[in-house]
């Protein structure tokens, strides 16, 4: 009787697809129709227009290809990326970019973690700051032009809420001005995270240098300087990016900062509207608790007081 | 005989077409290789990274894998039906609509028209073009297998029949999208969903283009090849049913630590290690069939080239549900192990069997023998070098890259930065390209091959005609 069906391709199609279709249906027709499937997190907004116009140009580029968006809830990913991806973030996202490899970094939480000028000049030149980076340059998307109607259309065919002099200003901004604003808002739904760094260490933090003056420090945080901050800080410390370290401009305020100040900001990094000795923060300046260690950081403060001697 | 003749052209189309879109596909595979190590090789803006690799995994799956796969099925839909196909006019025009799909897909991606799926990367306009692609394909094959004049229906029929529903379901269902205007469109899917709807896509792509069609051809030639029977047709019954049933369930496995819902994630892995089973189903006949005469290993190079393939198969289909377990990966996922593990696959498995049925098809249709068997075993050993060197190189570099983006210091910061775990990758990289220039000089070897046997079959037409083997 089974054996008939080899001798009937139409029975045969019909018995495949039904086969077939028994998987698909619990583990995909099914699930879309549940609202697990759907979440949103409450503060999630959809892409403005100039943010939309940039993940076109992510998507035409084929950014996804050697970056990912997701932060797996893993101890070291999050330490190395910061919190993990929640189902709720991608509610936006047709289709979602959450790629399948890590050729360069993951990008589910860049949003806000540098200040737009890096993105523009790391854009332009991945080798600038990174001298062995594989990236491709990117700065000619600065000689593109936005087409208004063409993202206007494109945030109707999304549904997209948008103003119209949000698709007007559309007119004044490259392609690169685009793809930055996109970076920018990737991931910033969910709140950054952030600890006291009495907590984020192993062992309490002191309130002076342990290490000030020490030549041994000095010349080990030379080093860890030029690997993570002469890329904004410029090489002596007079600022570029970031702000000047030399001069007696501390958070936009005359004066400078006590040692455990620096510590907090290399640590914990900036976030616009934070509030450190009174002074108001504008944001930008990434955090580094997890690639270096209490030593290092004193280290580092030891090495920035010697170029402030200078 | 001469009733098929029509149609032996339009097979001999496709498998030239294919072989075409190959060398397109292979040559953008070498250059984007390259770039992983040399950035200078990124050239703006039609030649970066992330336009080229797209069109390096469509020109292989969609020119090579599609062509190859129509032409073929069709030369094994009118042997096993006994019959020429239904619609023989229909079926040209089907090659060179597919040509002329496969150019403009390429064009396409170029200009950087990209819905962002991998695998399913074509813009909407492209994807009619696909699906009016597949059904020409399904008319032909299921109105000749209708009309046949052979009552059973051999393996290999079942494996086209079902690759031809399965992947129009797959294709359809995951490139939904409204159009935003004629060469961009959104997803109809948002956020987790579409990730889950696009790996049931990705991975079942894989399953009913790189697997199914492929084991059609396999379980025709082999016997065909060596003169050896299948050794069990109730095995290769339980192998087919149980294959198509579990690979739809096993998409999800492509998303583990994600924010997908979990049970759907483990749901995934229960499936993937299943499906080590209806694979091996396949492998073990293959084995066996060739087991009365192991000395064909040695006499007969066909036998070489489709035992080395489903062996590939076999490993392929371990070590991807091992890969699926969520303590593998977390450790391999998104590192260069999973680029070696897709290439054992498609260089080792399906290049291998797609070469050798064309090894035996183009001689049989041109009526002469193959130009060169020692060609033929050069082509071999050099693809299986090149095959080798590439995924070796690529497994033990993602372990080295999953270690290093894991590893902590005793303070408990991350002992590595991101960009001194890439630097590691470089040696492996250029490695990698190594392999990759071995495996592209063998299929020129191939390429040649195939060229003197056509060019001599000409050469004859007009003199003796000659029996096939």
Same mark, same amino acid.
């Given at each position: 009787?089974?054996?008939?069906?080899?001798?009937?391709?139409?029975?045969?199609?019909?018995?495949?697809?039904?086969?077939?279709?028994?998987?698909?249906?619990?583990?995909?027709?099914?699930?879309?129709?549940?609202?697990?499937?759907?979440?949103?997190?409450?503060?999630?907004?959809?892409?403005?227009?100039?943010?939309?116009?940039?993940?076109?140009?992510?998507?035409?580029?084929?950014?996804?290809?050697?970056?990912?968006?997701?932060?797996?809830?893993?101890?070291?990913?999050?330490?190395?990326?910061?919190?993990?991806?929640?189902?709720?973030?991608?509610?936006?996202?047709?289709?979602?970019?959450?790629?399948?490899?890590?050729?360069?970094?993951?990008?589910?939480?860049?949003?806000?973690?540098?200040?737009?000028?890096?993105?523009?000049?790391?854009?332009?030149?991945?080798?600038?700051?990174?001298?062995?980076?594989?990236?491709?340059?990117?700065?000619?998307?600065?000689?593109?032009?936005?087409?208004?109607?063409?993202?206007?259309?494109?945030?109707?065919?999304?549904?997209?809420?948008? !103003?119209?002099?949000?698709?007007?200003?559309? *007119?004044?901004? %490259?392609? +690169?001005?685009?793809?930055? @604003?996109? =970076? &920018?808002?990737?991931?910033?739904?969910?709140?950054?995270?952030?600890?006291?760094? !009495?907590?984020?260490?192993?062992?309490?933090? *002191?309130?002076? %240098?342990? +290490?000030?003056?020490?030549? @041994?420090? =000095? &010349?080990?945080?030379?080093?860890?300087?030029?690997?993570?901050?002469?890329?904004?800080?410029?090489?002596?410390?007079?600022?570029?990016?970031?702000?000047?370290?030399?001069?007696?401009?501390?958070?936009? =305020?005359?004066?400078?900062?006590?040692?455990?100040?620096?510590?907090?900001?290399?640590?914990?990094?900036?976030?616009?509207?934070?509030?450190?000795?009174?002074?108001?923060?504008?944001?930008?300046?990434?955090?580094?608790?997890?690639?270096?260690?209490?030593?290092?950081?004193?280290?580092?403060?030891?090495?920035?007081?010697?170029?402030?001697?200078? | 005989?001469?009733?098929?003749?029509?149609?032996?052209?339009?097979?001999?189309?496709?498998?030239?077409?294919?072989?075409?879109?190959?060398?397109?596909?292979?040559?953008?595979?070498?250059?984007?290789?390259?770039?992983?190590?040399?950035?200078?090789?990124?050239?703006?803006?039609?030649?970066?990274?992330?336009?080229?690799?797209?069109?390096?995994?469509?020109?292989?799956?969609?020119?090579?894998?599609?062509?190859?796969?129509?032409?073929?099925?069709?030369?094994?839909?009118?042997?096993?039906?006994?019959?020429?196909?239904?619609?023989?006019?229909?079926?040209?025009?089907?090659?060179?609509?597919?040509?002329?799909?496969?150019?403009?897909?390429?064009?396409?991606?170029?200009?950087?028209?990209?819905?962002?799926?991998?695998?399913?990367?074509?813009?909407?306009?492209?994807?009619?073009?696909?699906?009016?692609?597949?059904?020409?394909?399904?008319?032909?094959?299921?109105?000749?297998?209708?009309?046949?004049?052979?009552?059973?229906?051999?393996?290999?029929?079942?494996?086209?029949?079902?690759?031809?529903?399965?992947?129009?379901?797959?294709?359809?269902?995951?490139?939904?999208?409204?159009?935003?205007?004629?060469?961009?469109?959104?997803?109809?899917?948002?956020?987790?969903?579409?990730?889950?709807?696009?790996?049931?896509?990705?991975?079942?792509?894989?399953?009913?283009?790189?697997?199914?069609?492929?084991?059609?051809?396999?379980?025709?030639?082999?016997?065909?090849?060596?003169?050896?029977?299948?050794?069990?047709?109730?095995?290769?019954?339980?192998?087919?049913?149980?294959?198509?049933?579990?690979?739809?369930?096993?998409?999800?496995?492509?998303?583990?630590?994600?924010?997908?819902?979990?049970?759907?994630?483990?749901?995934?892995?229960?499936?993937?290690?299943?499906?080590?089973?209806?694979?091996?189903?396949?492998?073990?006949?293959?084995?066996?069939?060739?087991?009365?005469?192991?000395?064909?290993?040695?006499?007969?190079?066909?036998?070489?080239?489709?035992?080395?393939?489903?062996?590939?198969?076999?490993?392929?289909?371990?070590?991807?549900?091992?890969?699926?377990?969520?303590?593998?990966?977390?450790?391999?996922?998104?590192?260069?192990?999973?680029?070696?593990?897709?290439?054992?696959?498609?260089?080792?498995?399906?290049?291998?069997?797609?070469?050798?049925?064309?090894?035996?098809?183009?001689?049989?249709?041109?009526?002469?023998?193959?130009?060169?068997?020692?060609?033929?075993?050069?082509?071999?050993?050099?693809?299986?070098?090149?095959?080798?060197?590439?995924?070796?190189?690529?497994?033990?570099?993602?372990?080295?890259?999953?270690?290093?983006?894991?590893?902590?210091?005793?303070?408990?910061?991350?002992?590595?930065?991101?960009?001194?775990?890439?630097?590691?990758?470089?040696?492996?990289?250029?490695?990698?390209?190594?392999?990759?220039?071995?495996?592209?000089?063998?299929?020129?070897?191939?390429?040649?091959?195939?060229?003197?046997?056509?060019?001599?079959?000409?050469?004859?037409?007009?003199?003796?005609?000659?029996?096939?083997?």
């Amino acid at each position: 009787m089974a054996g008939e069906i080899y001798r009937k391709p139409v029975m045969f199609a019909i018995v495949a697809a039904v086969v077939i279709l028994i998987g698909t249906a619990v583990t995909m027709f099914i699930p879309m129709m549940m609202a697990h499937m759907h979440p949103k997190l409450e503060n999630l907004k959809p892409f403005a227009a100039l943010e939309l116009a940039g993940r076109d140009i992510y998507q035409r580029e084929g950014c996804n290809n050697c970056h990912t968006q997701t932060v797996r809830p893993l101890k070291t990913e999050v330490m190395r990326y910061g919190e993990y991806s929640k189902a709720g973030e991608f509610a936006y996202d047709y289709p979602f970019l959450w790629g399948s490899k890590r050729t360069g970094p993951d990008l589910a939480r860049i949003g806000k973690k540098y200040p737009d000028l890096w993105h523009y000049r790391h854009f332009e030149d991945p080798r600038k700051f990174f001298p062995e980076s594989n990236m491709p340059e990117y700065g000619w998307l600065k000689e593109n032009g936005l087409s208004p109607q063409k993202v206007k259309a494109h945030m109707d065919a999304l549904g997209f809420p948008y !103003a119209e002099e949000d698709i007007s200003q559309i *007119e004044e901004k %490259n392609e +690169l001005d685009a793809l930055v @604003a996109y =970076v &920018q808002v990737i991931g910033t739904a969910v709140a950054k995270k952030r600890a006291e760094p !009495a907590l984020t260490k192993m062992e309490p933090v *002191e309130v002076e %240098n342990p +290490l000030a003056g020490d030549p @041994a420090a =000095v &010349q080990a945080g030379k080093g860890i300087y030029e690997d993570h901050c002469a890329g904004c800080h410029g090489d002596n410390g007079e600022g570029d990016i970031g702000p000047s370290l030399i001069d007696n401009i501390f958070l936009y =305020v005359e004066g400078d900062l006590a040692d455990d100040d620096y510590f907090e900001i290399i640590n914990n990094g900036t976030e616009e509207g934070m509030v450190e000795e009174g002074r108001t923060m504008k944001g930008g300046m990434p955090a580094f608790m997890e690639d270096l260690s209490k030593r290092e950081i004193w280290s580092l403060i030891s090495f920035i007081r010697s170029l402030q001697q200078e | 005989m001469s009733d098929y003749q029509y149609d032996n052209q339009t097979v001999k189309g496709f498998i030239v077409s294919s072989i075409f879109w190959g060398v397109v596909g292979i040559v953008i595979g070498l250059w984007i290789s390259v770039q992983m190590w040399a950035p200078s090789w990124n050239i703006a803006p039609f030649f970066t990274f992330g336009r080229l690799r797209v069109v390096h995994t469509n020109a292989l799956a969609f020119g090579l894998g599609l062509g190859a796969i129509f032409g073929i099925s069709y030369y094994i839909v009118m042997r096993l039906t006994k019959r020429p196909l239904l619609f023989p006019k229909l079926a040209r025009f089907h090659l060179h609509l597919f040509n002329a799909a496969i150019a403009l897909a390429a064009v396409s991606l170029f200009a950087g028209m990209n819905q962002s799926l991998e695998y399913a990367e074509l813009e909407w306009p492209l994807d009619i073009g696909v699906v009016i692609l597949w059904v020409i394909f399904a008319v032909n094959v299921f109105g000749t297998i209708i009309k046949r004049k052979e009552e059973q229906m051999y393996i290999s029929l079942w494996y086209i029949i079902a690759t031809v529903i399965a992947v129009a379901v797959l294709y359809i269902v995951n490139n939904l999208s409204v159009p935003a205007g004629l060469f961009k469109s959104y997803s109809v899917f948002a956020g987790i969903n579409s990730a889950n709807v696009q790996w049931w896509y990705g991975h079942n792509a894989v399953g009913f283009v790189f697997t199914t069609p492929i084991l059609a051809m396999f379980y025709y030639f082999l016997p065909k090849s060596t003169g050896l029977p299948i050794f069990s047709h109730r095995l290769s019954i339980i192998a087919f049913w149980s294959l198509i049933f579990a690979y739809l369930w096993t998409g999800a496995h492509h998303l583990v630590y994600t924010p997908l819902p979990d049970w759907i994630q483990t749901l995934a892995i229960v499936f993937t290690i299943f499906l080590i089973a209806p694979s091996w189903g396949s492998v073990v006949n293959g084995f066996y069939t060739v087991a009365p005469d192991w000395t064909q290993m040695r006499t007969n190079y066909l036998t070489k080239f489709f035992i080395f393939g489903i062996t590939f198969y076999g490993l392929q289909t371990v070590q991807g549900p091992t890969q699926g377990l969520r303590v593998v990966s977390q450790l391999i996922h998104y590192t260069d192990w999973v680029p070696g593990h897709v290439h054992m696959g498609t260089m080792g498995w399906v290049t291998m069997t797609v070469a050798a049925s064309m090894y035996y098809v183009i001689p049989k249709i041109c009526k002469t023998e193959i130009y060169s068997v020692k060609v033929a075993n050069a082509h071999f050993y050099l693809v299986l070098l090149g095959q080798l060197i590439f995924s070796i190189t690529m497994w033990i570099t993602g372990i080295q890259q999953g270690a290093l983006w894991k590893a902590i210091s005793p303070d408990g910061t991350l002992k590595y930065t991101f960009m001194e775990g890439l630097v590691k990758n470089y040696p492996f990289w250029q490695m990698r390209t190594v392999g990759g220039v071995i495996f592209t000089v063998g299929m020129l070897f191939f390429i040649y091959n195939i060229y003197m046997t056509m060019r001599n079959s000409a050469a004859l037409a007009g003199t003796v005609e000659r029996g096939g083997r």
